[in-house]
């Protein structure tokens, strides 16, 4: 299951603010923080299905993979998504036939064989820092720094997450400061230094600015 969503406090909201005036304006127009993990992503799905549903997902248009992720899902008795050992007992082929790519299944099936052999601790993740959670996930194939963050934030709630390398978040800042051109990642992580410890509410301000102006 998922946590309940996470919310920062008024007054570490203030401080935020507070520290850069063109976020606050920005935070004012874009509404209130709905808080990670947003209530509309609960899927009652377990961390192994969010991560799989997270390989299943790249780099696909969102009803394409919505659609591959259900049949993947309708393999095995249930609604929801197979567990790593019921995965790895799918007849081969299975996966494949369901949607996914050469690419996808193995790292459908590197996903499963991790958390069985205990290299990826499932369980624990939520007692571990953020750098050994994503040092973690990026050890699955087909799984790098920005599926982690994702999960960082949509999955576990974690508030002080910036992820320099999404072009959304790099568009939203675009937007934010006036700049002619996308920020670098370096640059966006150097200007998110002062919205810690709340990055995560920065970076759903960016987004959120992102979509307002399109």
Do not use: Y
Not at 64 to 70: L, P
Not at 120 to 135: F, H, P, V, W
Request: aromatic share 6%; with cysteine.
């Amino acid at each position: 299951m998922t946590a309940a969503p996470e919310h920062p406090s008024a007054a570490a909201l203030r401080r935020l603010r507070a520290s850069d005036p063109a976020l606050a304006a920005a935070m004012k127009r874009c509404g209130a923080f709905p808080g990670f993990p947003e209530p509309a992503r609960a899927r009652g799905e377990s961390h192994f299905g969010a991560l799989g549903r997270a390989i299943l997902f790249q780099q696909l248009a969102g009803k394409a993979a919505a659609t591959i992720h259900k049949r993947v899902c309708a393999l095995t008795p249930g609604p929801r998504f197979p567990r790593p050992q019921d995965l790895l007992a799918l007849p081969e082929g299975q996966l494949r036939a369901a949607g996914a790519s050469g690419a996808k299944q193995a790292a459908l099936i590197d996903l499963a064989e991790h958390v069985l052999d205990g290299r990826l601790r499932l369980a624990q993740l939520a007692r571990r820092s953020d750098e050994e959670i994503i040092d973690g996930i990026i050890q699955v194939r087909g799984l790098g720094v920005w599926s982690a963050q994702m999960f960082l934030m949509f999955r576990l709630g974690r508030l002080d997450v910036l992820p320099g390398n999404d072009l959304g978040i790099q568009e939203g800042l675009r937007r934010l400061d006036g700049l002619d051109e996308r920020p670098r990642p370096a640059d966006v992580l150097a200007r998110g230094e002062r919205w810690a410890p709340l990055r995560s509410v920065a970076a759903w301000t960016l987004w959120r600015l992102t979509e307002l102006s399109d």
